[in-house]
């Protein structure tokens, strides 16, 4: 079984600042992968950003990155120049690939984050 | 690309009828679909996962018989709760996976709110 735990409710920083948010999570498989998903009001969930576990080198993807520490079970995720459209929940998940196709992704409890203006 | 729909994206419903929720890759053939359920504040759970042309796979705790899923061609899976009771309120989201894609990227419809009354 998968578990993804995200310790921070609830994050608020100042616009244009750099904010990052944790995850770990915990899995038996090798093969698997971590996205960060954002979930605006709307409840539109949109895919952040992916990271397969087999590679080393981080993601990026403009000015979202993530700290992937494998031997930690750690999946930070940096917002940099952080804008008032960031405003959303961010939900850490993992997924297995079992060999036959996708699995389903297992989600953190999320964190609210909140850009000020 | 990588779009997905969802109709109706909110019900109401009297306690003890079925509501049916249809789920649509627009522009990609969807191997597998996934149905999560999400209650208010809180992180999306997996439900089931739909494969074209098979049965179901329910995760522990999910009634395969009050949650039926019907998944008949590779761009739509329907999810029918039946005989609803107040406590299926909930909003249920759909996703959709493509192997062909390159990736196993799972892409979001944007949810339907379903009040049972």
């Known amino acids: 079984a998968q578990t993804v735990t995200q310790s921070q409710p609830e994050m608020s920083v100042q616009e244009a600042e750099t904010v990052t948010l944790s995850c770990t999570y915990d899995t038996s498989e090798n093969n698997y992968y971590l996205f960060w998903y954002k979930q605006p009001p709307s409840r539109q969930m949109i895919l952040v950003i992916r990271?397969?576990?087999?590679?080393?080198q981080n993601a990026t993807e403009n000015r979202f990155s993530v700290n992937f520490q494998k031997a930690a079970k750690s999946f930070s995720l940096k917002i940099s120049d952080s804008q008032l459209g960031d405003t959303a929940m961010y939900f850490c998940?993992?997924?297995?690939?079992?060999?036959?196709?996708?699995?389903?992704?297992?989600f953190g409890k999320g964190t609210h984050l909140i850009i000020q203006p | 690309g990588a779009v997905v729909s969802q109709h109706p994206s909110r019900v109401i419903c009297k306690s003890g009828t079925s509501v049916k929720i249809e789920c649509r890759s627009l522009d990609f053939q969807a191997t597998t679909m996934f149905w999560y359920r999400q209650f208010p504040k809180q992180s999306l759970m997996l439900m089931a996962t739909s494969n074209e042309g098979s049965k179901a796979t329910y995760e522990q705790g999910v009634e395969k018989d009050k949650f039926l899923i019907n998944h008949a061609s590779l761009t739509l899976s329907t999810l029918t709760v039946t005989s609803a009771h107040p406590e299926d309120s909930s909003f249920y989201i759909c996703?959709?996976?493509?192997?062909?894609?390159?990736?196993?990227?799972?892409?979001f419809g944007p949810g339907t709110r379903l009040t049972v009354l």
């Open positions: 998940a993992s997924e297995t690939n079992s060999g036959g196709g996708a699995d389903g992704l297992t």
């Open positions: 990271q397969e576990a087999y590679k080393q």
């Open positions: 996703s959709a996976s493509s192997r062909g894609s390159g990736t196993d990227t799972q892409y």
